[in-house]
Antibody, heavy 119, light 108 residues
Framework: EVQLVESGGGLVKPGGSLRLSCAAS????????MNWVRQAPGKGLEWVSS????????YYADSVKGRFTISRDNAKNSLYLQMNSLRAEDTAVYYC????????????WGQGTLVTVSS | DIQMTQSPSTLSASVGDRVTITCRAS??????LAWYQQKPGKAPKLLIY???SLESGVPSRFSGSGSGTEFTLTISSLQPDDFATYYC??????????FGGGTKVEIK
């Protein structure tokens, strides 16, 4: 069974940093592109970042470019999102999502972790 | 960036109704479109990919159609479990993925 479990969310002050993790199991992690998608309270879904299976290709939404860094450790079956210079508008539930093999729709999602940026 | 516009934003319907949700892309995305269902407090669930392919395990009352810039998600006979918010997502431009604003399906 495919499982994605996020962790690392919490309350952080504006300008602060946070690192999210996503532990994957039930599939060959090193074969799949992975993604972060977020959802602000009461709002819609927003794609944040994608990373290819071997980390060769990395993409970011303009809203986080230069502040967030996506990475993965295939030996540990883990995906990460380093978030720096956090702003109030980064407050959201952050989901880890697997890309369908060879495509960029999202066939499995984690349960999400809440990041709150507030003083 | 490719903009995705869903309509309506809210839809009131009864059990058994046929429901159609529309998603329009600001430029052609071929058939690179997915539909998701999200219930409150839960992660989204993939329903349809490549515009019309039904994800494994998803009931056949869900169907998708369209190509280019206009797409529809149809629920042939609305069930109590289907009251939720639905999102489209384009993945033609995989360096900049975008979602529609969502359509909330409410009980009439």
């Amino acid at each position: 069974e495919v499982q994605l479990v996020e962790s690392g969310g919490g309350l952080v002050k504006p300008g602060g940093s946070l690192r999210l993790s996503c532990a994957a199991s039930g599939f060959t992690f090193s074969s799949y592109s992975m993604n972060w998608v977020r959802q602000a309270p009461g709002k819609g879904l927003e794609w944040v970042s994608s990373i290819s299976s071997s980390s060769s290709y990395i993409y970011y939404a303009d809203s986080v470019k230069g502040r967030f860094t996506i990475s993965r450790d295939n030996a540990k079956n883990s995906l990460y999102l380093q978030m720096n210079s956090l702003r109030a508008e980064d407050t959201a539930v952050y989901y880890c999502a697997r890309s369908r093999y060879g495509d960029y729709d999202f066939d499995y999602w984690g349960q999400g972790t809440l990041v709150t940026v507030s003083s | 960036d490719i903009q995705m516009t869903q309509s309506p934003s809210t839809l009131s319907a009864s059990v058994g109704d046929r429901v159609t949700i529309t998603c329009r892309a600001s430029q052609s995305i071929s058939s690179w479109l997915a539909w998701y269902q999200q219930k409150p407090g839960k992660a989204p669930k993939l329903l349809i990919y490549k515009a019309s392919s039904l994800e494994s395990g998803v009931p056949s009352r869900f169907s998708g159609s369209g190509s280019g810039t206009e797409f529809t998600l149809t629920i042939s006979s609305l069930q109590p479990d289907d009251f939720a918010t639905y999102y489209c997502q384009q993945y033609n431009s995989y360096s900049s993925l975008t979602f529609g604003g969502g359509t909330k399906v409410e009980i009439k």
